[in-house]
């Protein structure tokens, strides 16, 4: 087999950086070895000893019991309860659910009802509930920066509407993001409706404005496209991350990653990636072609010349170097009419997306593996359009009152768009969102808005399934929603989120649910059931009882059972019928060259901006950088070495996790921005991707500063990606925090892979070159497991990297959040990390993700070393922490040769903040300063189920415990559960002959394993 | 040269190097015996609540079942604290007006909560579940002790972990029929060890001593 590699540094065998792999703490080294350094580091160490026993010397505090005046019914202190809610990003909803303690919203889960999640969430989900515990949070309404009373905005705002009445509106403008809510469209369409001359505006940086503007081009009207990857046996993807981004993600990494099993060969799809920056779906993919997004088009039209759509042939061919992979790629669609699938990414302009539609037309996938809907938007629109216009408008001063409701776009707008200068003309400005922002500080109000854990509101999922976002807790700091400050434009001003949602679906809303045509008619009738003239009967209709709504038992039951489900059923959106215009497919203009090429992205971690202030995210390695709490410009080794920049882990004196890299100028079109350059293996060359979302000004304590704004240099003409770019060295470096670096194992034989066809000829294949010790070469008596026997199994073939399992884990074990300055030291604290992994040359290597948690081993070397017997085995083989025993010596870390143990050198949890101690796990502990922890297999989870299945006198079936990485996991890689139930399927999955165990050649007897890797590859590809 | 220490000084020395071992020896037992003494454990030690509510009273006096405060005992970890809700029940009728309930009738008015002092505190890091105790046959009263007993409560063991460890290791000393174990006079039979492995074997009760079982 090829070898692994995992950076730059290691696969180009550098020595001063193989020098540096042998130092497990090398920030420390010279302190040992300089004889000054010793003997004061020995002179602290031994007042530390002696103190060290004193600080054991306190005697527990007092503590209250405060129970309930009035207990609720429900309520039973000390367990969970679960609600069922959703998440908009983009304005698709993704189901949740959401465990509670006492009222405290803990931890999120997906909602397995929900075909968006079936159960899974992602890392945005994931992170959520802190989020509505940041402190940082706007907490009080102010105007121009005083703290004012709700009434008094109201006050304002109704004088602004009763100038605005004689002019039927004219100067009212509402500014939000992607609409999907059918009781927030309806009550906009309310308002429009009495103030006909008023506009809605919508701008989402979050959205799919390219797919939105693609549909419409190739079909001349907006529809949503789903695609149906359990149906697909050949997929393309067209620079689209369809399996860790955008609406519908988690449940197509399901549908993609169920079709991989190389135990059903037969079964196995393919994937071809075209990718410009690398991904989770090009590390997925059989086949990747690293390309600069403007090739793309050129491909997809070769492809679709040479899968027969007409208008496609005879385009300008694609470079020389792709017809080979063209070629192959075109026969192997071909095959497969009917089950391919060609996905464009959302990135792509819109004449790419007409042509992944028309490819898909022509191989009559459409109806099987694509299907088209109406739209989950309320209302679709072009939103960079929508957003120069109101920006024109408002430099016109034709804008007297303008709402935005949620988001941040005075720092997401492109650059080319004058916002914020707009502003200014507008006399009465209102901003409602979670922070004081950017945007909020150019508005004369700030409405602090209700988190969606906090408030009632309703969205539709990927393919239009209704979900009622139900609130956890009561607004922290008497937060609105986007519903209730609608209502104060009504003639209702103070009705509640709730009264509101329940008056529309009450109201017909259940009937005309399933049809978002009758919906659209039907809510303007619905919530107003006699639409009077604009202005007219504001007063008749607030005094009128009859506005009160008609909720029937039928209606109460029903919306009991959608609270409880967490979907409306028979809501998803109908499939229909569309066909492609071939004056959709006509050649635009061929891209003009000149410079390196930009590509523009969203940020794995803190999207387009909106979580910068999320520490679970900033801190989070994102997906194939490894990067934390900084964005960069990310090339490829090549055009790095071109330009001279780069990167030297080894200048920094050794540390793991920091990377000193050169900081660039990066002029484009007239503006520039600075940067700190990135190498990245399979990224294309003479091309330079940045992320947005970083160089926030007024994003709180975490966001503030994070990295640069790669936003300053986006034009509406070139959202996506642009040519011209100019990479000017500073001759500055600046020090990233890059966990790749962090606990490098030496190039032992972590990965398999092989080949679907070596795996059928030969299943054993995967072992070769590797050997595990027989068991009776071991020192300590064999145990037997009687009961249960935890172990888990991880499939590096279904893994996405996606990190999701990262972030759940945070969440469930109160895991804390250190900082860039300790990252940069190598001490991050995550439980569970994702290792990724290359193989083959580093301008296309192809990509592995693997999770490591602990291995739970059976002759586990940290035990023997713990001098405290901190660590100890439990009976069902768990390998226990116990961190009131630890004093830190370290040792079991230092046996570890996995790397999984984490140490708190510092007091990295907030004690301090009251509003994150809502947040924290009940069921584990809070770890303190000098303490050792690591992965428990969730051993609070294992324990609340053995309890109930106890006092019920049976076993746990399988499946019934789930460890909060594997209930996240997107792709089904994640299985634990009882080895000593055969018919367990982490049981079957260790029985299969993919099955391995990492460094199993020290008879650690891990008991997590791993199944190799299987890349479906094209005969006629392979070189 | 003249010897510059006395010849006693040896003695001196030998016997205070072989005196020190007796008073390292004697320290550590003190140490252990201060650990485990009330003053460290506040075994035994009735704390002052908010309303001096008695046990007494109420479970002998009244002869109310554990559960009907307790509510949580037999699904949960925590047995639950009553709200106050649960007194009103009868003391909206029964000593309506007697000025010692005047904070639980003024809880209930002002719908604010009534603050006890916590009597068994276990550390943070202990995670003890009242629901799986009760079910295996574990009595109220085996580790609070005769709280019909008790005007106003105490802690009747030491809570500490030899004192978990001793019925973990050993079930079969401790455990009674489900049916006994909310009963205030049950009295351990003279053939315990016996019956007690009995119900080791019916309840399925397991010596559970790893870690995590109450450490996470």
Request: a neutral charge.
């Amino acid at each position: 087999m090829k070898p692994v590699w995992r950076t730059l540094d290691e696969l180009a065998g550098d020595p001063a950086f193989l020098d540096r792999l042998h130092n497990e703490f090398p920030s420390e080294v010279e302190a040992i070895t300089d004889p000054v350094a010793r003997r004061t580091f020995l002179k602290l160490m031994g007042a530390s000893m002696a103190l060290a026993g004193v600080t054991a010397c306190t005697r527990q505090p007092a503590e209250k019991i405060v129970p309930f005046v009035r207990q609720p019914e429900d309520l039973v202190p000390g367990k969970p309860m679960f609600y069922s809610t959703a998440m908009t990003l983009g304005g698709v909803a993704t189901g949740l659910l959401v465990e509670s303690h006492e009222g405290r919203p803990t931890k999120i889960e997906g909602n397995t009802l929900h075909p968006g999640s079936l159960g899974a969430s992602d890392v945005f989900a994931q992170a959520a509930v802190l989020g509505l515990y940041d402190p940082d949070r706007s907490q009080t309404l102010t105007n121009v920066g005083e703290i004012r009373p709700w009434s008094a905005f109201l006050g304002t705002i109704r004088a602004a509407l009763t100038a605005q009445q004689p002019l039927q509106g004219a100067g009212l403008r509402i500014l939000t993001e992607s609409v999907s809510s059918p009781t927030l469209a309806a009550q906009i369409r309310d308002l429009l409706v009495r103030f006909p001359a008023a506009r809605w505006h919508q701008w989402d940086p979050a959205g799919r404005a390219n797919t939105r503007a693609g549909a419409r081009l190739a079909f001349g009207e907006y529809v949503e496209v789903q695609y149906r990857f359990d149906r697909a046996d050949v997929i393309l993807s067209l620079d689209a991350d369809f399996l860790a981004s955008g609406p519908g993600a988690l449940r197509y990494a399901r549908d993609f990653s169920a079709r991989r099993r190389p135990e059903n060969a037969d079964r196995m799809n393919r994937l071809y990636a075209l990718e410009s920056m690398p991904a989770a779906t090009g590390a997925k993919a059989d086949h990747r072609l690293p390309i600069r997004p403007s090739e793309v088009a050129a491909v997809a039209r070769a492809i679709a010349a040479a899968a027969g759509v007409r208008a496609a042939a005879g385009a300008a061919a694609a470079s020389p170097a792709h017809q080979k992979w063209i070629a192959a790629v075109a026969k192997d669609l071909l095959a497969h009419r009917g089950s391919s699938l060609v996905v464009a990414g959302d990135d792509l302009p819109a004449p790419v997306h007409a042509l992944a539609h028309a490819i898909n037309e022509a191989l009559g996938n459409v109806g099987r593996t694509v299907v088209y809907t109406a739209p989950v938007e309320a209302e679709p629109v072009d939103q960079i359009q929508s957003l120069r216009d109101l920006t024109a408008e408002m430099a016109a001063g034709k804008v007297d009152t303008l709402l935005i409701v949620g988001g941040n776009p005075v720092y997401t707008a492109p650059a080319d768009i004058a916002l914020a200068a707009a502003l200014g003309q507008v006399p009465l400005r209102v901003h409602l969102s979670l922070y004081d922002d950017e945007t909020s500080a150019l508005c004369h109000w700030q409405i602090p808005e209700a988190h969606f854990l906090e408030a009632w509101s309703d969205a539709r999922g990927y393919d239009g399934t209704v979900s009622i976002v139900q609130p956890l807790i009561a607004p922290l700091y008497n937060g609105r929603s986007a519903h209730e400050l609608l209502a104060a434009l009504s003639d209702r001003p103070e009705r509640s989120g709730y009264d509101i949602l329940r008056e529309f679906w009450s109201r017909g809303g259940v009937q005309a649910a399933s049809d978002p045509a009758r919906l659209k008619a039907a809510t303007n009738a619905a919530v107003r059931p006699a639409a009077p003239a604009a202005g007219a009967s504001r007063s008749t209709a607030v005094s009128s009882p009859a506005a009160a709504p008609p909720i029937t038992p039928a209606f109460e039951s029903t919306w009991r059972r959608w609270l409880h489900d967490g979907v409306m059923p028979g809501t998803a959106l109908a499939a229909k019928s569309v066909s492609v215009r071939a004056a959709a497919l006509e050649p635009g203009p061929a891209p003009s060259g000149g410079g390196l090429e930009i590509v523009f992205r969203n940020d794995p971690a803190v999207l387009d901006g909106r979580f910068a202030n999320n520490g679970w995210l900033q801190e989070l390695p994102k997906p194939i950088t490894r990067l934390t709490w900084d964005n960069a410009v990310i090339v490829s080794p090549a055009t790095a070495a071109r330009l001279r920049l780069g990167t030297d882990p080894a200048a920094s004196g050794g540390e793991h996790g920091q990377v000193v890299s050169a900081v660039v100028e990066l002029r484009y079109r007239g503006r520039t921005v600075r940067g700190t350059v990135f190498p990245v293996p399979g990224h294309p060359d003479e091309c330079a991707t940045v992320h947005l979302g970083y160089g926030r000004s007024r994003a709180g304590q975490l966001g503030t500063g994070a990295g640069f704004n790669a936003g300053a240099i986006r034009t509406s003409d070139a959202m996506g990606f642009g040519s011209g770019l100019e990479l000017v060295a500073t001759g500055d470096s600046y020090s990233l925090a890059c966990t790749q670096y962090h606990h490098l194992m030496e190039g032992r034989g972590m990965i398999r892979a092989v080949t679907r066809d070596e795996f059928v000829r030969d299943p054993k294949l995967v072992h070769e070159g590797f050997e595990a010790p027989p068991r009776t070469l071991t020192m300590y008596p064999d145990v037997k497991y009687e009961g249960y026997k935890w172990g888990m199994a991880i499939d590096v073939n279904s893994c996405i990297g996606c990190n999701a399992c990262v972030v759940g884990c945070q969440a469930e074990n109160n895991i804390p959040v250190i900082g860039k300055d300790q990252v940069l030291r190598g001490r991050e604290m995550h439980w569970i990390r994702v290792d990724s992994y290359y193989r083959g040359p580093a301008d296309n290597p192809e990509t592995y993700f693997q999770p490591v948690p602990c291995m739970q081993c059976e002759n586990a070397p940290c035990e023997v070393v713990c001098p405290v017997g901190a660590t100890a085995h439990s009976d069902e083989g768990l390998n226990d922490m116990v961190y009131n025993r630890c004093v830190g010596t370290r040792y079991c870390s230092n046996n570890c040769p996995y790397k999984v143990r984490r140490f708190n050198f510092l007091l990295y949890q907030d004690w301090n903040t009251p509003s994150f101690k809502l947040q924290r796990n009940p069921d584990v502990s809070v770890r303190s300063r000098g303490v050792m922890e690591k992965c428990t297999y969730c051993v609070q989870r294992i324990n609340a189920v053995k309890i109930d299945t106890e006092k019920q006198d049976r076993r746990a079936t399988d499946g019934e415990i789930k460890t909060a990485c594997q209930q996240v996991c997107p792709a089904d890689a994640i299985v634990f559960g009882d080895l000593n139930d055969p018919d367990s399927r982490v049981a079957k999955l260790q029985a299969e002959v993919r099955n391995y165990a990492l460094l199993a050649e020290l008879n650690t007897r891990p008991r997590t394993t791993y199944l190799a890797a299987v890349r479906n590859v094209n005969p006629e590809l392979e070189s | 040269m003249s010897q510059i220490f006395h010849r006693s000084a040896n003695t001196i020395a030998r016997v205070s190097i072989f005196g020190a071992v007796f008073v390292i020896a004697g320290l550590l037992g003190l140490s252990d015996e201060i650990n485990r003494s009330p003053w460290v454990t506040q075994a035994r030690v009735a704390r002052e609540q908010p309303i001096q509510f008695s046990h007494e009273r109420h479970v002998a006096g009244n002869g109310l079942d554990c559960r009907y405060c307790h509510t949580s005992v037999e699904d949960s970890s925590f047995a639950g604290i009553p709200p106050t809700k649960t007194c009103m029940n009868c003391h909206s009728q029964i000593f309506s007006a007697s000025p010692y309930l005047e904070p639980v009738r003024e809880s209930f008015r002002s719908d604010r909560a009534i603050q006890w002092t916590r009597v068994h505190d276990l550390p943070d890091f202990v995670y003890f579940n009242h629901s799986i105790h009760v079910n295996k046959g574990v009595g109220c009263t085996t580790c609070h002790g005769q709280v019909d007993r008790m005007p106003l409560m105490w802690q009747e063991k030491s809570l500490q972990m030899e004192w978990c460890l001793d019925c973990h290791r050993n079930p079969e000393r401790y455990v009674r029929p489900r049916s006994a174990v909310f009963s205030v006079d049950y009295a351990p039979p003279a053939n315990q060890l016996e019956l007690g492995a009995k119900l080791v074997a019916d309840y399925h009760i397991q010596r559970l001593t790893s870690c995590s079982t109450c450490h996470r």
